[in-house]
């Protein structure tokens, strides 16, 4: 029996081994990061790049151009870990020159990764994006959404970007990838602008809703707002997911909820944006209920599986001692980091 114990915990070791490949082979993962103004390094004669080329005052020139596509790649090569993330969402970034810099020229290109991005009328150029692994998800539409202005009166915002695409599983996947209005100005004053690019997310995503029997929604970026502002709670109605399931309640398939409120990294970072010393939560993932509710065949997900990608080369230490996002500029200063914000990863599985 001696003999027999060593041999029946090392069968054990090496079937728990398995059931954590075949999971990790399972994986779906998905990802927001706000890159922070990654721009190109030539003069666009369709919007104001003024600020990050050669000759401004935070003098952009190709080094440092180059340095931040290096940094980037090796980012979201550690959020995918050792299977490459299926979908990243990318907020601020200029155009299709940057992506495709991104993508093929650093060490990204080994995991080949298709891009859509919108070309939204946003003055200073910046777009949002979505890296998708071919294999994984193959996109069948894509839209940009045009959030409403007032013409002369206000300026015009980032698009919301729309994929429609099927996944590996043969699920159908709506992602939308949003950059709402900043608040600039204060949150109360700029809520409205907030609320109305929520409103046309909501009436994009109640138009699938009322003509798909299995809606599978995706809704994530930098909304620049945290539960319970009235962009996320009321205009898009998106519940925490946390708290339903702490209460013991169901998930409805035609309701939307919020997987990133209350996210703490293990080493206790509480946010994905440092404001004046407070880490607050600004970049979300929203999922239709339908993907909350496993189904033999469909990927699903659960609360526990969404987490703050908190890596420590990501962070550096304020002037308080504490750690902040490792930006790339402090004001002018050229701090030479990733960004201001950290990403957030969300993983799916498919049901047997």
């Not at 054990?12 to 075949?22: C, D, H, S, V, Y």
């Not at 490459?84 to 290109?109: I, N, Q």
């Not at 970026?221 to 209460?247: K, M, S, W």
């Amino acid at each position: 029996m001696s003999k027999l114990r060593p041999c029946l915990v090392l069968l054990l070791l090496l079937m728990l081994a398995a059931i954590g490949r075949a999971q990790e082979e399972s994986r779906f993962r998905v990802a927001t990061y706000n890159v922070e103004n990654l721009f190109d390094t030539i003069p666009s004669p369709h919007h104001d790049d003024s600020e990050f080329l050669p000759d401004a005052a935070k003098a952009w020139h190709g080094g440092r151009y180059w340095k931040k596509l290096g940094m980037l790649a090796r980012a979201i090569a550690a959020i995918g870990d050792v299977r490459p993330a299926a979908l990243v969402a990318l907020c601020e970034v200029e155009g299709d020159s940057v992506l495709t810099h991104l993508t093929r020229r650093t060490s990204l290109a080994r995991l080949g990764y298709g891009y859509a991005v919108t070309h939204s009328a946003d003055e200073r150029g910046l777009n949002v994006a979505l890296l998708y692994q071919p294999e994984l998800f193959r996109p069948i539409s894509c839209a940009a959404l045009r959030v409403p202005h007032r013409a002369g009166k206000e300026r015009p915002t980032r698009d919301v970007l729309h994929v429609s695409g099927q996944c590996h599983t043969g699920d159908t996947l709506d992602v939308f990838v949003c950059h709402f209005p900043s608040r600039r100005g204060g949150a109360r004053l700029t809520d409205p602008y907030r609320r109305r690019a929520a409103e046309t997310v909501r009436r994009a995503a109640d138009s699938l809703l009322a003509v798909r029997g299995r809606c599978n929604i995706i809704i994530m970026g930098d909304f620049n707002a945290y539960y319970p502002e009235r962009c996320i709670a009321e205009t898009l109605g998106a519940f925490p997911a946390q708290e339903v399931h702490a209460a013991g309640g169901a998930f409805l398939r035609e309701n939307l909820y919020l997987l990133t409120h209350g996210l703490k990294s293990d080493g206790g970072i509480g946010g994905t944006y440092k404001y004046k010393g407070e880490w607050q939560t600004l970049d979300q993932i929203i999922v239709s209920g339908t993907l909350l509710c496993p189904a033999p065949g469909h990927l699903s997900t659960a609360p526990a599986a969404c987490r703050l990608c908190a890596f420590p080369f990501l962070l550096k230490n304020d002037k308080s001692g504490n750690p902040a996002p490792y930006r790339t500029y402090l004001g002018t200063f050229y701090q030479g980091g990733y960004s201001d914000h950290l990403p957030v990863a969300l993983d799916f599985f498919e049901n047997n």
